[in-house]
């Protein structure tokens, strides 16, 4: 019984110490740079994301299961980037694992208020 309680109160303590991979970056469409059309179908793909004009750059990958949303329509990679360049100043959000980088999400214009920028 005591052997028990103790497995359970060490499992209890390493749950609680669960690290955080995914960062959220909210950025403008001007302030992202994305290759050439047609590059981009050919993955992994670097982009340069900053949250602000004198910001540092973080670069990340756009992966073949990345998800790409404009106005909570999911879009393929090449026309979320084309309306991306057609909005400079409107905000986006990226979601990113930050040890390999790859992006799950990036989201135009949202209106969702749960994913409201």
Known sequence: MKLSIIFLLLAISLSSHAEVVSYNLISRGGLISAPAPGLLQ???????????????????????NSEFYFEDQKLDVEKFFQQVRSFPSKKVRVQFNKYNKKIYFM????????AAL
Do not use: E, F, G, W
């Open 42 to 64: 050919k993955y992994p793909v670097a982009i340069d994301v900053k949250a602000c004009a004198d910001c540092s750059s973080h670069n990340l990958l756009v992966v073949a």
């Open 107 to 114: 989201s135009l214009n949202s209106r969702n208020k749960d």
